[in-house]
């Protein structure tokens, strides 16, 4: 069962989709993109759960007004910092407390990498990690990826292979799982044949990061 919470922040207020919790070993939350909310196919799959992880995803304040456009990145982390640092408002206080996993998918990604720090995440999952714009290769945004691995925290990237804003073979000293066949988007639908495939490394990559617990 999804429980549907609405939190203010500085910059309007957030939604989260909070999974169950009971029993949990960590806490993993991801954010989304920049033109779709938490509900695409890949987020929806993870959702469906991961054995000893409560799954959270976080719908930023420009989503739940209905607006088109995503905001300015610090923006997007103002926001996101603000209801992480209060999940013991909207957590039960032994879920609150559990080892965090940050993650998202493609604009979300960038999120989770530039807050780990300050939150004190365990790990990062990046989900269709946009590396640059499409056609622009020559600006690359490396140094997002490089927060996480300079700080020896695990990172874990799954990107289809004709993703328009990053192939596999352009990323450099990252772990990654490739989507056959698939673009940004990653997975058509939450039956997708590569379903398989995402749910399977993020549950690998969860289980790694709370084993060194």
Do not use: Y
């Not at 919470?5 to 909070?18: I, Y």
């Not at 469906?48 to 007004?65: H, K, L, N, T, Y």
């Not at 992480?84 to 408002?89: A, E, G, Q, T």
């Not at 530039?114 to 290769?137: N, Q, Y």
């Amino acid at each position: 069962m999804i429980t549907e919470v609405v939190l203010p922040t500085s910059v309007g207020r957030a939604r989260l989709l909070v999974g169950n919790v009971k029993g949990a070993r960590g806490l993993l939350v991801l954010g989304h993109g920049a033109g779709t909310g938490a509900r695409t196919p890949d987020m929806e799959l993870i959702a469906d759960g991961i054995d000893g992880v409560a799954i959270v995803r976080m719908e930023q304040p420009w989503v739940v007004s209905g607006r088109q456009i995503a905001p300015a990145a610090h923006l997007l982390d103002e926001a996101w910092l603000e209801v992480l640092r209060k999940r013991n408002s909207w957590l039960p206080a032994a879920a609150a407390a559990l080892p965090l996993i940050l993650g998202g998918r493609s604009t979300g990604a960038r999120v989770a990498c530039r807050t780990a720090l300050p939150l004190g995440a365990k790990g990062v999952l990046a989900l269709s990690f946009p590396l640059h714009a499409p056609k622009k290769t020559n600006r690359r945004r490396d140094n997002e990826l490089e927060i996480i691995l300079e700080a020896g925290l695990p990172l874990h990237v799954i990107q289809g292979d004709k993703d328009g804003f990053g192939t596999p073979d352009e990323f450099n000293g990252v772990d990654i799982t490739v989507v056959p066949g698939r673009g940004h988007e990653l997975l058509r639908s939450r039956d997708d044949e590569h379903a398989a495939i995402v749910q399977g490394a993020v549950r690998d990559f969860a289980t790694r990061v709370l084993s060194r617990e």
